[in-house]
């Protein structure tokens, strides 16, 4: 069943992103009596559609389901080149992450030109809406403002984990007990963190982590990592 | 340290790929006394260059490393379109993937021209040793001719799983026994494998399973499963 995120919705009154109305109209080519589902507040409106011009539907059931893991997971990831940073956006959707912090590290290549940040974060929000709704969830995940890597000691998390080459890491799955309920992950760019970087974010409390005896790419770490969480913490 | 997979190795005499070559002279622009990895059978060579033009260089160093999964992983992946079956053929290389085998399903909507495919092959198995290089592999993951599901029963495999939307699907984890030495993973198109297809597998001994509860793409799905196996094998 097709999915659409809300814009909004006033009473019983369910409002649609233009280009969603453009979606259902044009691409899709639905008909009336075709069938969608809406979300709003994590709550799947089954919808019949009445008429097509002007746009009207029905909602013939409501259903709250929750499909969330359970632990909170906020990856906090160098920014990548663009298509490296939509690939994640992407796929740590997919895999239910609930934030995403881009960060400004050291090594980090990409200067973001702040003229053109608020086109950027629209952009980016419409890569994480679609796939909520391509992989059915019911909430789409926040991506927070870019930050530098030394504001990271304004987040406060139960579970602090940097992904580190440094030798005195440990296995991934010494920290991962089942009673944490909230995780943040520090991916550095190409080349790691600068030791210094490291360093700093020890004095804020976060602890090294291995990923597997391979060198991974950072957009590979990214999703890893939420593969990981969800395996240990989906059910 | 850059890492080369060698052509071949007769006697002491490393024999480098051409575009290999071309890398390490033009692009990497190593001069007289840099240091370069070569990697022949799972050996690493440290190697000094003594002269660029005409190439030679002297091994001061080799190593038998090993640096494998506990667990022999391969994956039949359905044939899906070129730029994700490219980031799948990377991303299992990144993860320790043993084997890639290309599948022809009832909804994969991709046409193979026979004319074209050793081309392709090529094209692909530079993607996997490019991936094992960067990475820091010994060794390249082998890509097996494209294969119709039907003859999946030709493979012999000690845990052989579907990736599954069935409301019968167990969690993958009741299948990751520590004891397991061999899994096959099967991962359907969009759309998924048809009720006659899974049968067809469950026949042939296959068991299903879930990847959690949201709806992954073809190549989540695909980085997932080498991600789970890299946590819990990769000890």
């Known amino acids: 069943m097709q999915r659409y995120f809300l814009k909004n919705k006033e009473g019983n009154n369910l409002i649609f992103f233009e280009q969603d109305l453009h979606h259902i109209k044009n691409v899709m080519r639905f008909r009336e009596n075709d069938q969608i589902e809406a979300i709003w507040n994590e709550i799947i409106y089954l919808c019949k559609i009445d008429s097509i011009s002007p746009f009207s539907l029905k909602v013939i059931k409501e259903e709250k389901t929750v499909k969330k893991n359970n632990v909170k997971l906020s ?5 990548v080149q663009e298509q490296k940073f939509d690939l994640i956006l992407q796929k740590l959707t997919e895999l239910g992450i ?3 912090i881009p960060i400004k590290t050291e090594r980090s290549i990409i200067k973001i030109d702040e003229k053109k940040i608020s086109k950027k974060y629209q952009r980016w929000q419409t890569i994480c809406k679609e796939a909520s709704e391509q992989s059915h969830r019911t909430n789409i995940p926040k991506i927070n403002p870019i930050i530098k890597l030394k504001d990271l000691n304004k987040i406060d998390c139960e ?8 030798s005195k890491s440990k296995p991934l799955d010494e920290y991962l007990t089942k009673d944490i309920k909230e995780i943040l992950f520090v991916i550095g760019p190409e080349g790691g963190l600068t030791d210094q970087e490291e360093k700093c974010l020890i004095d804020y409390g976060f602890k090294q982590t291995t990923l597997g005896k ?10 890893y990592v939420a593969s990981i969480i969800n395996y240990v913490y989906g059910g």
């Open 159 to 166: 579970l602090k984990l940097i992904c580190s080459l440094d």
């Open 98 to 100: 609930d934030n995403i």
């Open 214 to 223: 391979q060198i991974l790419r950072v957009e590979t770490a990214a999703i």
């Open 75 to 79: 990856v906090a990831v160098s920014l």
